[in-house]
């Protein structure tokens, strides 16, 4: 199998971090599997990591993942089994699935990843069609896509409680939209199982609240390990009634940058880290890189210009933002081929079934990279490593068991943070 030139800068504690995981392996196997019991898995996610050589943290959770087609297509085996593990726990007799997509009909690489997800699914088994919520797809359509796939939309139907398309009857509905704009009449109050659940989607899910629950995991996670729970886990608040446009709530954004960045600098010092700390400002719900923004000082949010503003201000959809997260910068500090990059680990159920790594030549070491000009790199991530050397702490197995560890405490998190009640999850968040 094929593996990028990878180029990492490793500093002291990261290598002792993943020396104790590797270490730990048996240890962390069976707490997680203990927490598997005891927690609904997600069914699919993707967590995107940054490594910063003296970090190894999430930054972002994604409980609608839209890169299958970029992964390595050598680890479709690994997909299809962890997906018939998924499909048996929620429909044991399954034979049939809805797949309800994003709207995005000319995105030609969302529909690659639709196909994909499609193909992965009928290799275990499933009769699956793909059911539009597009008011203008009144008949089945089929698209070809450029990669030689082709995909067919259908219109949805809703009869008697339950959804499907004409002449299909499906067992369950799977979720590939993150519902940014609301959940549909459609999908309300259906006598049938939808994965994921309504309220994981973005018109009720915060950011805040998942890291609120990582921060519960990463604290127990440490604890198992013997380590400082700051190595695998970023600072961060919230902020609610904003208005960058109107320049609102900015005291709120400035106060809560300065004093993330306080507790940054206090780390760095404990550990000898000689970068500049950074945060990152972004809406507190969505994807596509939307609505990011580094800032260095809290002064700098007064400072935005009319087209800075701008960019904060909506997201996906043209949805404005009115809930911001400040989260740690964690620097990522891996390239390929000189560009800057990041892992992004993908699981169906608890398995990690591969990843790629998002990579961005006009970015910089502490910039968002899920912006136009990114490309991928597929990549296998090992979810064992038979033959362990905690002397060679960077090899690529060890280090991608690192990857798929972390990527599962994020997992666990999105499991607690969808069985809380919200309003006690918001309790943890930091002031």
């Not at 050589?53 to 992964?71: E, I, R, S, W």
């Not at 995005?104 to 994909?116: G, M, P």
């Not at 989260?327 to 990041?342: D, L, P, R, S």
């Not at 990579?359 to 990549?379: C, I, K, Q, S, W």
């Amino acid at each position: 199998m094929s593996i990028p030139h990878l180029s990492t800068a490793l500093r002291g504690p990261l290598l002792d971090l993943e020396s104790r995981i590797i270490s730990a392996m048996p240890d962390i196997e069976h707490w997680l599997r203990k927490k598997w019991r005891d927690h609904t898995v997600p069914f699919y996610c993707s967590v995107d990591l940054r490594n910063s050589g003296f970090k190894l943290a999430p930054v972002d959770t994604n409980l609608f993942p839209g890169g299958f087609n970029n992964l390595n297509p050598d680890f479709t085996p690994l997909c299809i089994q962890a997906m018939m593990s998924a499909i048996e726990k929620i429909c044991p007799d399954a034979h049939s699935l809805l797949l309800i997509p994003e709207n995005h009909t000319r995105n030609t690489f969302y529909l690659q990843n639709i196909a994909t997800l499609q193909n992965i699914m009928q290799q275990a088994g499933l009769n699956v069609r793909i059911g539009t919520l597009l008011s203008e797809i009144s008949v089945a359509t089929k698209l070809n896509l450029p990669n030689g796939q082709s995909i067919t939309l259908e219109p949805v139907i809703r009869k008697n409680g339950q959804l499907g398309v004409q002449g299909f009857e499906p067992c369950a509905v799977l979720l590939n939209n993150d519902l940014s704009t609301g959940v549909p009449p459609v999908l309300q109050n259906l006598n049938q199982i939808v994965i994921p659940p309504l309220h994981a989607g973005w018109s009720t899910r915060r950011k805040s609240r998942h890291f609120a629950a990582y921060n519960q995991i990463a604290e127990e996670f440490s604890a198992l390990l013997g380590i400082d729970p700051w190595l695998i886990n970023p600072f961060f608040t919230a902020c609610g009634q904003i208005n960058f446009r109107d320049k609102q709530g900015e005291d709120c954004v400035a106060k809560a940058i300065n004093q993330i960045l306080d507790a940054i600098r206090e780390k760095y010092q404990q550990y000898g880290i000689k970068e500049d700390p950074f945060v990152i400002v972004k809406a507190d719900s969505g994807t596509y890189g939307m609505g990011i923004m580094t800032v260095k000082d809290g002064s700098d949010i007064y400072n935005l210009n009319r087209k800075q503003r701008n960019k904060m201000a909506v997201v996906k959809e043209g949805l404005p933002v009115s809930n911001v997260l400040v989260q740690e910068g964690v620097y990522t500090f891996e390239n390929i081929n000189q560009a800057v990059a990041e892992p992004v680990v993908y699981m169906i159920d608890r398995y990690v079934v591969g990843g790629f790594y998002r990579v961005h030549t006009g970015r910089g070491v502490d910039e968002n990279l899920n912006a136009p000009g990114m490309y991928f790199v597929p990549l296998a991530f090992e979810t064992t490593c038979l033959e362990p050397d905690t002397n060679q702490p960077n090899s690529i197995p060890n280090r991608f068991y690192a990857y798929g560890v972390v990527a599962r405490l994020a997992l666990l998190a999105a499991a607690l943070e969808l069985e809380q009640d919200y309003s006690k999850i918001s309790e943890a968040l930091p002031a």
